[in-house]
Every structure is written in C-alpha cells, then in structure tokens.
T-cell receptor, first 111, second 116 residues
C-alpha cells in the first residue's frame, strides 16, 4: 500500500473550515484514500473515502487531485469537538485488505 | 451496547505473566483486527483475520498470538508479557468490501494494558 505524508499538527479557529492535506505520491490506480479520526484515546472513527472523484458526506468533503498524488480533507465548519488526530490512509482495492495507520495530523480547533 | 466490545478495558500485570485481551462483535462482520497504539506512534497492526480459518500477521506480531474462536470473537494473547508491551490495544471489525460497501473499520473502545 502507498505511504502517506501528513503534517504533524494544525490549528483551526472554531467555525472556520479546516483543510487537512495528505500527500500520497506513490498511490497506484486501484488504491483508495481513506480518512479516519481519533478523538483523545477513543477508537478511530471512519470519516470518508474516495478513489478518483471528490466526495462529500455529512461529516466532511474529500478533494483528490487529478493526478491522485494528494488529497485534502475539509471540515467545513470546525467545532471544538473536531479536535482530534486525523489519519489519511491509502489502501488497495479488492476485498482482502488491511489499513495501515501513520501518525496522522493533530488538529486543534481553538475557540 | 457497543457493537465491538473489548475486555478488559484496563489491566495491570507483571512481567512474565500471560495475558489475554478479548474482542467480541455483534456486527456480523467476517474481518477482525488487532492494533496497538503507543504515544506518538499512531496505530500498528498486530494480527488480522479475514474469516475464522484465515489469520495473518501484521507489522508487529512478535510476542503476540491470536485465536479466532468464532466469527464474532477474536482474542489477543501475550504469552509472557514484557514492559514494552505496555500500550493501548484496539480491536476492529469490517465487512467484506463490495461495490457499495465502504470497507470501513469499526473500532472497540480500547484495552489499556500496563506491564510492570
């Protein structure tokens, strides 16, 4: 599976959009981009995933560049409860896969 | 009740003791995973199982063993615990990935293990 690179930490003001970048320059054609987050020491929580197209759900939007070498997770209106570690993960397609978590980005939402 | 339940939630043990962490799920998923988390290191995969008869080593399986007793149960054992196995352990499940399936992992609440 392709490796990912994320900044170790970011800050965001409450109510503003949080844009979390992820570099996955070695991604191959059948690999998906997944985002999870972990609040304090809770189990990680799935946010969103995509292959080529941009995706949006009730939690966030995922923007994948045309060359698929990077992506951005967007939390449109960050709240204090969005303070967490955000993990960008690339996984292969197919039904047998495993997710490898890196160190992620600690997003701190400030009042 | 949680869909993915881990027991115990907290455990303190001594070096050399055998310890078992248990995971049970009510989601009906066929895939189960054990991860370990150390401060500042993210989550690392210990073992994973795609079904009852399929068990695979992850990144850091040395010093650990697993048992998939049933589709709903996946146990992690430390045969002889050592202090550097002190960590937060997570169990996770997922369904077989299909076109409509996100393939997301569902995590338990974690088991904090301290080895003295």
């Amino acid at each position: 599976d392709a490796k990912t690179t994320q900044p170790p930490s970011m800050d965001c003001a409450e109510g503003r959009a949080a844009n979390l970048p992820c570099n996955h320059s070695t991604i191959s054609g059948n690999e998906y981009v997944y985002w999870y987050r972990q609040i304090h020491s809770q189990g990680p929580q799935y946010i969103i995933h995509g292959l080529k197209n941009n995706e949006t759900n009730e939690m966030a939007s995922l923007i994948i560049t045309e060359d698929r070498k990077s992506s951005t997770l967007i939390l449109p209106h960050a709240t204090l409860r969005d303070t967490a570690v955000y993990y960008c993960i690339v996984r292969s397609g197919g039904s047998n896969y495993k997710l490898t978590f890196g160190k992620g980005t600690l997003l701190t939402v400030n009042p | 009740d949680a869909d993915v339940t881990q027991t115990p939630r907290n455990r303190i043990t001594k070096t050399g003791k055998r310890i078992m962490l248990e995971c049970s799920q009510t989601k009906g998923h066929d895939r189960m995973y054990w991860y370990r988390q150390d401060p500042g290191l993210g989550l690392r995969l210990i073992y994973y199982s795609f079904d009852v008869k399929d068990i695979n080593k992850g990144e850091i399986s040395d010093g650990y063993s697993v048992s998939r007793q049933a589709q709903a149960k996946f146990s992690l054992s430390l045969e002889s615990a050592i202090p550097n196995q002190t960590a937060l352990y997570f169990c996770a499940t997922s369904d077989r990935s299909t076109g409509a399936n996100t393939g997301e992992l569902f995590f338990g609440e974690g088991s904090r293990l301290t080895v003295l």
